[in-house]
């Protein structure tokens, strides 16, 4: 679980190969292959436990690098040099000539793309020369991962490498936008960039469709074994508790002063960790909306979901 020079060589290598490696981003670890091996994403999607028709996301160098798989309008160029690389992740049409597998974007006539800012995924995508497609290094549904150690208990045995980064900076997905040909934009998933810095540019941005476009969209998502009860003031007789703000003695915080950056880099690690507890139900405190607090709520809100 090394992330040196020797060690991300192994894991282009091992791509190269068909395999799959977990390699940290500043968003979450992800589960990554060869986006062009069509039979190395069926093996991640099988891995995972992914449904077909949930596309992926192919991580790229820089705009470059992804305009050589999608058609980008002027503003998703703009939203581009803005926030690349980073924790944005841009919809748009699917160029013909585009290597990626079609499998990866499960049938759809547009890809999903991104430049991470982490230097080791930086450095691995540098020395294996191509687009590497990573979602969330977990089982399909169920937390992500912020550390290489709970990445590795989840998916080890399937995987050939993995790089360990520490701990994720973000903790949270990316942001997922979709511009169309005519510069529409769209809102797919809240994530680690807030709605008011994308719209700054984008102007008011749309609610997405039912229709699952990008990853994240599943009504269910994001869960730990245990039920969510959410908005809760305080824990009722057995629940495990999340606070955010001050909690009771015991309890876990997503962060003790109320900030929303470091709420979404506790937030998989905490709910793991209370997950483990045993407990059947963990109440959640209530979390402000604005900024990052859209995508924590987001998160909560599929993880309370139905399974």
């Known amino acids: 679980m090394m992330s040196d020079a020797g060690n991300i060589a192994r894991a282009a290598d091992a791509l190269r190969a068909g395999g799959l490696v977990i390699l940290p981003t500043e968003t979450v670890y992800g589960l990554g292959c060869d986006a062009r091996q ?8 099988a891995a995972k436990g992914r449904p077909h028709f949930n596309p992926l996301i192919a991580h790229v160098q820089d705009l470059a690098a992804a305009e050589r798989h999608a058609d980008f309008h ?30 990866a974007c499960a049938g759809l006539s547009t890809i999903a793309l991104r430049a991470p800012s982490h230097p080791i995924a930086q450095a691995l995508l540098a020395k294996f020369g191509g ?11 169920r937390l992500s991962a912020t550390r290489a150690a709970d990445a590795a208990a989840d998916l080890g045995d399937a995987v050939s490498v993995v790089l360990d980064g520490g701990p994720s900076l973000i ?30 540019i984008t102007g008011p941005l749309a609610a997405p469709g039912s229709k699952v476009s990008a990853p994240g969209m599943l009504e269910s998502h994001y869960a730990p074994r245990a039920r969510l009860r959410l908005d809760a003031d305080a824990p ?11 909690a009771p003695l015991g309890a876990l915080t997503l962060s003790a ?12 690690a905490h709910l793991r960790a209370l997950d483990a507890s045993g407990a059947e139900v963990i109440a959640v405190a209530r979390i402000p909306g604005h900024g990052l607090g859209e995508a924590i709520r987001d998160r909560l809100a599929r993880a309370a979901a139905p399974r």
């Open 38 to 45: 069509a039979s190395a994403v069926a093996r991640l999607y």
């Open 74 to 103: 002027p503003l998703a160029q703009e939203l581009a040099e803005a926030f690349w690389p980073g924790p944005l992740t841009l919809v748009a049409a699917r160029r013909a000539d585009s290597d990626v597998a079609e499998l």
């Open 131 to 141: 687009p590497i497609v990573a979602p969330s290094a977990n089982v399909s549904g």
């Open 171 to 200: 903790g949270l997905e990316s942001s997922i936008v979709a511009i169309d040909a005519d510069g529409r934009g769209t809102l797919l998933r809240p994530g680690a960039i807030a709605r008011e810095a994308i719209e700054a």
């Open 236 to 246: 009722r007789a057995g629940e495990a508790y999340l606070g955010f703000g001050d």
């Open 257 to 268: 002063g109320g900030d929303l950056t470091e709420a979404a880099a506790n937030l998989y």
